[in-house]
């Protein structure tokens, strides 16, 4: 009998076999991955149920009860909106999750003039207390659970869901669901912000304070890394991130005198899951992990408050625009990741997400894409049935090795609202944003249709289209009939009632439900506490470098430097590029992407702040003297806010102003934007290099094609 073989006997046989090459691969986690994982790089993880819950918070988990099955949505109406989720249900949903549009999570009302290219059109538009009322009609609130997404305006929100389960017959003790209530990850990557932090951070309190009191089944926020990862984040950045404000968040409740223990079993998590699938099992794992621990050295004494429990979404980005039923395919990848992580809650993204919002088509793939996972595969049978994979353990460690070496960075720095203020975590996402977003436009990172196996043309796409103009009306009568019906007097009370109790020290929920009940909009309630908090604005820094050192060997980045150069000598000065975000649009990764690459390209980049005015954008430019404006958008305002654009240069003179147009903007609406004066049009999986020299020949430089196209052709 032959001796067991040993690794460095596999060592040696790997060795022949690859000819010597080196097969470990670089993570942009920082650390490098073996080809092969052996007991010797696994530590026992433990029992699921039991500490530090790195197998899951349940003993029994799936195989108990399987995660919920909750898809993120919202558009148009709060009739349309209901209609969907109702539908939805009866097709095998199990929760709801509300996506407002971006002028209720900024705190405007619907006729606010900030947001005519907002209302209604990247989620539901919410007002009144009526809205949230038709949002629920015919849906039970004592048994249904709801998470809503909202961060900036979540006292309004949070007090009309209060009062709509009130006349609902439904106690806020008997109301289930999720608040996010996480603004920390708003300054650093969401920028659905409205007040500063400090105020911020007082309100979360006085969310976890008025929940952990009178609604026990309702968690008080929801920790998010989603944002994060979406901008880039890599998973240790994600992991170390989101664990540090949630310990932020811990500590900041814990000084205005709760007890840990009466508020940390409700405050919950949410995850973003992309396409490294081992490594994003193992970053639930290690969250778990890494949460137990920090809650321990917080002193919280009941099991359920070191338990982390998460919701996850499939990621975004990690979806393209070309060949969108690959889409799918991500998906379930993602999917399964997030589900053999142990995900207590899970949204699956619709497979035309770089497009446009779902329709009843693309989401019932998404829905099924869970009900296929939980029903047909059997992953729900065994719990955690990766635990004790050499593979899976060792990485689970390793990242929570990782994330607490960049956590002890953030307690050295005096913690997450400081770090954010120093605005450290952003840059170092967008970072690595930005140099994975330079790996794929070298064909590093594949992409299948996109940078490789790229076709042709691509087959037309239905995708949903939302008349804002038409949901804007509809609000604004609606409004008027609200401020009509309501006694103004006892409503004027409320709000300054409100006002007071911003200056001082009253809980700020309670007092915004007593608004809430008089019939205060959203916009009024957000304005009460305006008065003395302030609203906070920010101009994107985006970093500079990172493209500069990944392209230094590289041909055509060599020609486009070359470009700009020329560029410069005819015009005497670089040529100068604004980069504008207009409407309430805060999704910037991609405006910082080009910002960045543009200015490493020699381009001088102007950034516009975020929530321009088109008016606000023309001044800008004209103040700046700029050459092009690059406008944008990611939330569905294209249609509306660019044709405004462009007349006003128009109206300036200045048709000169080349403008382009960049993030999620459907095909089908690539003509009218043409007709309305867009010279340049570049949706997701655009290359960033290409940009630059369709830039050049925009600005009159005679800029040669690109000599090879990356990857193949069909
Ligand atoms: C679960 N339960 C079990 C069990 N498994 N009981 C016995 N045996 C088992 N095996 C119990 C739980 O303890 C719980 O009761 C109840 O069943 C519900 O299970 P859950 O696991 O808590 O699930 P759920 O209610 O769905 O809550 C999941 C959550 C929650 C805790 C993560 O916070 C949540 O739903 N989050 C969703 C957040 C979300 O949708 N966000 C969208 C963001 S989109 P009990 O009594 O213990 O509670 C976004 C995009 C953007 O942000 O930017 O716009
Ligand atoms: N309906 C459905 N999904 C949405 N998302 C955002 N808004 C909506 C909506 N109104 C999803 C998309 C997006 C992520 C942030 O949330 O997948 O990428």
Redesign the pocket.
């Known amino acids: 009998m032959t001796d067991k073989p040993t690794v460095s006997d596999w060592n040696a046989l790997a060795d022949k076999e690859s000819k010597g090459r080196d097969l470990s691969r670089e993570m942009p986690e920082g650390f490098a991955l073996k080809p092969l994982y052996t007991q010797a790089d696994a530590t026992d993880p433990g029992l699921p149920g039991f500490a530090p819950f790195t197998r899951g918070v349940k003993a029994t988990m799936y195989a108990g009860r399987p995660w919920t099955i909750r898809q993120?949505?919202?558009?148009s109406t709060a009739e349309e909106s209901n209609a969907f989720y109702r539908r939805n249900l009866a097709a095998g949903q199990k929760g709801l999750s509300v996506?407002f549009d971006l002028a209720t999570h900024r705190g405007y009302d619907s006729d606010h003039p900030r947001v005519v290219g907002d209302v209604g059109k990247?989620?539901v538009a919410i007002d009144t207390v009526e809205d949230m009322q038709i949002l629920f009609d015919q849906i039970p609130l004592e048994t249904m659970s709801v998470s809503m997404t909202m961060n900036g305006a979540v006292i309004p929100i949070l007090a009309f869901y209060i009062v709509a389960g009130e006349e609902q017959g439904v106690s806020p003790q008997q109301l289930s669901g999720t608040i996010q209530n996480d603004i920390l990850k708003e300054f650093m990557v969401r920028n659905t912000y409205i007040y500063p932090p400090a105020p911020s951070m007082r309100i979360v309190s006085d969310i976890i304070g008025y929940t952990s009191a009178n609604m026990p089944q309702f968690n008080s926020i929801s920790i998010s890394g989603y944002h994060m990862h979406?901008a880039g984040a890599t998973a240790v950045q994600e992991l170390a991130f989101t664990i540090a404000d949630g310990k932020e968040y811990v500590k900041s409740a814990m000084a205005t005198g709760l007890d840990i223990d009466a508020f940390a079993g409700r405050l919950s998590f949410f995850f973003g899951i992309g396409m490294n699938f081992f490594m994003e099992i193992a970053k639930l794992r290690a969250a778990r992990t890494l949460w137990y621990k920090v809650m321990d050295d917080l002193g919280a004494q009941s099991e359920r408050s070191k338990m982390l429990r998460t919701h996850c979404?499939t990621s975004?980005v990690s979806l393209q625009e070309q060949d969108p039923y690959n889409n799918v395919i991500r998906t379930t990848v993602e999917a399964m990741a997030a589900t053999l992580g142990g995900t207590q809650s899970l949204h699956t993204?619709a497979l035309d997400?770089a497009i446009a919002?779902?329709t009843d088509f693309s989401a019932r793939i998404a829905r099924n894409t869970q009900l296929v996972l939980q029903e047909e595969t059997g992953i729900t049978d065994v719990v955690d049935p990766l635990g004790g994979s050499y593979y899976i353990e060792a990485l689970t460690a390793k990242l929570v090795e990782e994330a607490e070496v960049l956590m002890a960075e953030v307690d050295e720095l005096g913690g997450m609202t400081i770090a954010v203020d120093s605005g450290m975590p952003k840059q170092r996402i967008e970072e690595a944003a930005a140099a994975k977003q330079t790996r794929v436009d070298k064909g590093e990172d594949v992409i299948v249709g996109v940078n490789k196996y790229r076709r042709e043309t691509e087959d037309h796409l239905d995708t949903l289209d939302i008349d804002n103009h038409k949901v804007r009306t509809g609000q604004i009568a609606r409004l008027n009939k609200n401020r009509e019906g309501r006694d103004e007097a006892a409503c004027q009370a409320a709000l300054r009632a409100l006002t007071e109790g911003a200056k001082t020290e009253g809980n700020l929920l309670a007092l915004a439900v007593d608004a809430a009940r008089a019939r205060a909009t959203l916009g009024e309630i957000s304005s009460a506490m305006e008065e003395v908090f302030g609203r906070y604005d920010t101009t994107p820094k985006p970093v500079t470098g990172v493209y500069k050192t990944a392209y230094e060997f590289d041909q055509r980045w060599a020609q486009v430097l070359d470009g700009v150069q020329a560029v410069e000598r005819r015009l005497g000065r670089k040529p100068k590029i604004m980069v504008a975000k207009m409407g309430q649009d805060g999704h910037d990764r991609g405006a910082n992407v080009i910002a960045s690459a543009f200015s490493d390209m020699g381009f001088e980049v102007v950034s516009g702040p975020l929530f321009q005015t088109p008016d606000e954008t023309v001044k800008m430019a004209l103040e700046h003297d700029v050459d092009a404006i690059g406008a944008s958008s990611l939330a569905a305002g294209h249609k509306t806010l660019i044709p405004e654009l462009i007349d006003l240069l128009k109206g300036a003179g200045r048709q000169d102003i080349k403008v382009v147009a960049g993030g999620v903007i459907p095909p089908q609406d690539y003509d009218f934007l043409r007709e309305a004066g867009v010279q340049g049009i570049y949706g997701p999986g655009s290359n960033v290099v290409e940009c630059g020299a369709d830039m050049l020949r925009l600005l009159g430089h005679n800029m040669p094609p690109a000599g090879e196209e990356l990857g193949g052709e069909e």
């Open positions: 993120y949505a919202g558009f996506a990247a989620g979406e979404q975004g993204n997400e919002l779902p």
